[in-house]
């Protein structure tokens, strides 16, 4: 007998309760803001809550904001055009899937999958390890190389984290008898488990591919006139996070050192599993191959302002030419749930963003804090800025909605103070990445490596605190002064 699917029909409540609240306000908005400008925001803070106590996935969630923002009248389906003058006086919802953004990323989960399909990921592994093994901080270095290395393969955080790197780091921790929920978790397990975590916020924030958040940036950036590309945004964060990988697993090693501090068996461990996957093969090659192509277009694109290699073209080429050259089949672009998940709620959100913009609440909102913050430097307003994005992530459970909530109105009161519009756009970028250092529920990777039961949850707090701190100082103090170097401000 077929029965229904679970659904968490508590998750509702909360977004009910807080946009009825906001909707029936209406009459009493603030000055200076549309009626229909205070009823979009009302059904955006309830999807974004709706995100958070998740009644559904957050496709799901946001496609009942979307059908709820048709329902009440602030969109329609269809473009509504002047018949006089073509102009569209109305967008429809329907184009929010035409955003660009949305299928880079879903092209780029794709390609993940042949990474993982084809075993290039894990030889990949293997390799970093043979090569930095010997010691239990060199195997913290090979682990960030690697997570670093993927970053730029795999645009799922998650699906870096736990599809190659934590399997890898729970191979060599066992390898160690050094078992989760046991006194030897801390011979090394725990130490690399902590390690992995890091250099998954690492990754994150040297690409733009390299989690959803960002591309929420990016989106939200364009709508301030501020355009992010792959080779750009790769400019800005090279030194940042160069200076992090170096001192990252130090700080790590220092305030969580692992009892094993030899490693010599690690070497023998990855030769043998690279004997055991044999000499690379085709759809290897031809992966690596398609890979770096992309790599190459996306680079050309930044650097020379390429028209025709647009960003996403370039995924949709990699794509095609996985298909025809037999590495990938329709069948597994079309089972990669997460990208069409991405596709679906990033497209939404970023919709009802540009509905707020189009309605002039971020304007207002903007307007607002200008001018309760005037007098003040501009520098100040900044710090200020990002010490919220970073600390208010405590609150969210999705780097996403964090992203989608916070990010443009943040930008607007920073450029509104007279930040320069690249400086601001790329520290709150940054912060949305590094922001995970916060809890054990920061974000996938955090909810995968936190839950292993090799760092207990007080550790995972406090020892995050401490290095939420050196992140704040490397990518505020040596990012921002990078960046006038190259000339962004």
Request: glycine share 8%; charged share 10%.
């Amino acid at each position: 007998m077929k029965t229904l699917e679970k659904v968490n029909y508590k998750g509702f409540v909360w977004p009910l309760i807080i946009g009825i609240v906001l909707w029936c306000i209406t009459p009493w908005r603030p000055a200076g803001l549309s009626a229909q400008a205070w009823q979009m925001f009302a059904i955006f803070v309830a999807t974004i809550v709706g995100c958070i106590t998740k009644p559904l996935p957050i496709g799901g969630t946001t496609i009942v904001g979307l059908v709820a923002t048709v329902l009440v009248g602030l969109a329609p389906i269809k473009d509504v055009v002047d018949p006089k003058t073509g102009a569209i006086t109305s967008t429809g919802i329907l184009s929010a899937f035409s955003n660009s953004a949305s299928w880079l990323i879903a092209m780029a989960f794709i390609m993940a999958y042949g990474i993982s399909k084809t075993g290039l990921g894990n030889r990949i592994a293997y390799w970093m390890i043979r090569r930095f093994g010997k010691k239990s901080i060199g195997i913290g270095y090979a682990i960030t190389g690697l997570e670093l290395i993927l970053g730029a393969l795999i645009p799922s955080n998650s699906a870096r984290t736990g599809g190659v790197v934590w399997p890898v780091t729970e191979s060599i921790s066992k390898d160690y008898d050094s078992y989760p929920n046991d006194p030897s978790r801390k011979k090394i397990g725990a130490y690399l488990d902590f390690t992995a975590f890091h250099a998954n916020v690492l990754s994150t924030a040297l690409f733009i591919t390299g989690a959803a958040p960002n591309m929420v940036a990016v989106q939200m950036a364009a709508q301030k006139g501020y355009s992010m590309t792959w080779i750009s945004w790769f400019v800005a964060a090279i030194v940042p996070v160069l200076v992090a990988t170096i001192i990252i697993p130090i700080v790590i090693y220092k305030i969580y050192p692992p009892e094993i501090k030899e490693t010599p068996n690690a070497e023998k461990w990855a030769n043998d599993h690279l004997t055991e996957m044999g000499k690379i093969t085709k759809p290897e090659k031809i992966m690596a191959t398609v890979f770096v192509l992309a790599i190459v277009l996306w680079v050309l694109s930044g650097v020379f302002d390429i028209p025709q290699l647009d960003s996403t073209f370039v995924a949709f080429l990699a794509v095609a030419l996985l298909l025809i050259t037999g590495v990938l089949t329709m069948s597994d672009v079309l089972k990669q749930t997460g990208a069409w998940n991405i596709l679906i709620w990033l497209s939404i959100l970023v919709f009802m963003a540009s509905k707020l913009i189009a309605f002039g609440f971020i304007d207002w909102f903007s307007k607002t804090i200008q001018s309760s913050l005037s007098g003040i430097n501009w520098g100040i307003v900044l710090i200020v800025l990002v010490l919220l994005m970073f600390y208010t992530h405590y609150f969210f459970a999705s780097g996403t909605a964090h992203m989608t909530a916070l990010y443009l109105p943040f930008l607007s009161v920073a450029v509104a103070t007279g930040a320069p519009l690249p400086l601001a756009a790329m520290l709150l970028a940054f912060t949305g990445a590094i922001n995970a250092s916060t809890t054990h529920y920061a974000n996938g990777p955090a909810s995968i490596l936190a839950t292993t039961g090799y760092v207990k949850q007080g550790e995972w707090w406090k020892l995050n605190f401490v290095l939420g701190l050196v992140y704040l100082v490397i990518f505020g103090g040596v990012g921002a002064l990078w960046m006038k170097v190259i000339g962004m401000w």
